[in-house]
Nanobody, 123 residues
């Protein structure tokens, strides 16, 4: 089983930046596509960003496009989410997720999930 662990969350003022990390551990049999999702209390989980392991292509939710950057370092088994120009509406628990073959926005297609890291953006 592959285990994912997020870190880097915290409290930040609007307009500030945070960099989330997702470290993978455990047994792996193939290269994984990775994604970031977020969920605020009382709201549904929503897609944030994804990265394709083959060519490093990336996709973003419209709400974060131009502000967030997803990247990966396979040598370190780590995926990052650089969050810039943060807004109060970005406040949520952020989850890292992985899948062996799917690349996209559908959370149901991701097999591995971290426990989440809290991001709070003050106004």
């Amino acid at each position: 089983q592959v285990q994912l662990a997020e870190s880097g969350g915290g409290l930040v003022q609007a307009g500030g930046s945070l960099r989330l990390s997702c470290a993978a551990s455990g047994r792996t049999y193939s290269r994984y596509n990775m994604g970031w999702f977020r969920q605020a209390p009382g709201k549904e989980r929503e897609f944030v960003a994804a990265i394709n392991s083959i060519g490093g292509n990336r996709i973003y939710a419209d709400s974060v496009k131009g502000r967030f950057i997803i990247s990966g370092d396979y040598a370190k088994n780590t995926v990052y989410l650089q969050m810039n120009s943060l807004k109060p509406e970005d406040t949520a628990t952020y989850y890292c997720a992985g899948t062996g073959d799917y690349y996209g926005r559908d959370s149901a297609r991701y097999a591995y999930w971290g426990q989440g890291t809290q991001v709070t953006v003050s106004s």
